[in-house]
């Protein structure tokens, strides 16, 4: 899996795909986990689609993450998806920002 990201010190900026989900959630749970960075900052304004089995990627990589000292953060100002992360309430269990700068900020 190829996801445009960003490095800034200790953490790492991932940019999603269009539609996170499905098949490739599994993938894409595997590959974040993979980078080599423990601080991750998923970047959730360019995705569209964000189904159950991506909110499960999402928590995996959170899980795998912290096992390694580590943790995934959120940023969104995409409406959709932070409703979407409201009403699974998943909201309460992951950091959500407005902005990526925000959120690599908040690893300081």
Excluded: C, W, Y
Excluded at 17 to 42: C, I, K, T, W, Y
Excluded at 52 to 81: C, F, H, I, M, Y
Aim: hydrophobic fraction near 40%.
């Amino acid at each position: 899996m190829n996801l445009p990201t960003e490095v800034f010190e200790d953490v790492v900026v991932v940019h999603p795909p269009e539609e996170l989900g499905g098949d490739q959630s599994d993938v894409f749970a595997d590959h974040v986990s993979d980078m080599g960075h423990r601080n991750v900052v998923l970047d959730l304004d360019d995705t569209e689609t964000l189904d159950s089995k991506g909110l499960e990627a999402v928590l995996e990589t959170q899980d795998r993450l912290r096992a390694r000292g580590g943790n995934v953060k959120l940023a969104t100002t995409n409406p959709v998806n932070r409703k979407i992360l409201e009403i699974s309430r998943l909201d309460q269990q992951l950091e959500l920002f407005d902005s990526v700068v925000d959120a690599v900020k908040s690893f300081r």
